[in-house]
C-alpha cells in the first residue's frame, strides 16, 4: 500500500498570503496525484489532479506541482472562502489519501 | 448536471449488514469508474473500494476486503456497496464518488452528500 504524508498537519496563514502545502508518497506515483479542499459538513471538492491539472472552474490562485514521491499545493493569496482542510490523493496503486493539512486564518 | 445521491446509511448492530446505494445522472454513468470513499467522525478521508465501468476489476482498502463488496447497474445508473460483518471502526460518512477521466483512474470531480453508517450496539 502506498502511504501518503501531509506536512505540516496545520498551517497558519493571513488573508492575502502564499500557503504551501506539501504530500509525499512513500514510492513513486507518478503524475497520478489529486488535492481536494473539505470544508466543515460538505463533501471534498477537486482542485488539481495529475498533480498541475486544474480541475473545472478552479481559480488560478491553485496550482499543483511535483511528481514521483514529491507534491505541492500552493495558493498564491488565501482568500477567505480557503481556510479548510486540504488533502493530497494518489491514484496509482489503487487509491490513498494523505491525513490532510488545515489551513486555518493567522 | 451531474448528481451523485447516496442512500442506505443508518444505525446498525456489530456484525450486522447493510447496503448502500448511490444513484447517478447527468453523465454517461456506464464509462467512468466509480468509488466508495468514508470519513470517520472528525477524521480524514479513506478510499473504499472502486469498480470499473464494466464492473469486471474491482479494488479495496484491505480493512474491508472480504467484508464489503461493490456493484454496479449501468442499467439503472446506479452504484451499491454491500457491507457485511461491520465493526465500530466502519462508523462514518460513506460518499459515492466519480473519476474525471472516462476509462481511466484520476481524481473525484462530483461526490454525493454522503450517508453515515453507524455501527453501535
Known amino acids: 500500500e502506498i502511504v501518503m504524508t501531509q506536512s505540516p498537519a496545520t498551517l497558519s496563514v493571513s488573508p492575502g498570503e502564499r500557503a504551501t502545502l506539501s504530500c509525499r508518497a512513500s514510492q513513486s506515483v507518478s503524475s497520478n496525484l489529486a488535492w481536494y479542499q473539505q470544508k466543515p459538513g460538505q463533501a471534498p471538492r477537486l482542485l488539481i489532479y495529475g498533480a498541475s491539472t486544474r480541475a473545472t472552474g478552479i481559480p488560478a490562485r491553485f496550482s499543483g506541482s511535483g511528481s514521483g514521491t514529491e507534491f505541492t499545493l500552493t495558493i498564491s493569496s488565501l482568500q477567505s472562502e480557503d481556510f479548510a482542510v486540504y488533502y493530497c490523493q494518489q491514484y496509482n496503486n489503487p487509491f490513498t489519501f494523505g491525513p490532510g493539512t488545515k489551513v486555518d486564518i493567522k | 448536471e451531474v448528481q451523485l445521491v447516496e442512500s442506505g446509511g443508518g444505525l446498525v448492530q456489530p456484525g450486522g449488514s447493510l447496503r448502500l446505494s448511490c444513484a447517478a445522472s447527468g453523465f454517461t454513468f456506464s464509462s467512468y469508474w466509480m468509488s466508495w470513499v468514508r470519513q470517520a467522525p472528525g477524521k480524514g478521508l479513506e478510499w473504499v473500494a472502486n469498480?470499473?465501468?464494466?464492473?469486471?476489476?474491482?479494488y479495496y482498502v484491505d480493512s474491508v476486503k472480504g467484508r464489503f463488496t461493490i456493484s454496479r447497474d449501468n442499467a439503472k445508473n446506479s452504484l451499491y456497496l454491500q457491507m457485511n460483518s461491520l465493526r465500530a471502526e466502519d462508523t462514518a460518512v460513506y460518499y459515492c464518488?466519480?473519476?474525471?477521466?472516462?476509462?481511466?483512474?484520476?481524481?473525484?470531480?462530483?461526490w454525493g452528500q454522503g450517508t453515515l453508517v453507524t455501527v453501535s450496539s
Open positions: 469498480i470499473k465501468q464494466d464492473g469486471s476489476e474491482k
Open positions: 464518488a466519480k473519476v474525471t477521466i472516462p476509462d481511466s483512474w484520476s481524481g473525484f470531480d462530483y
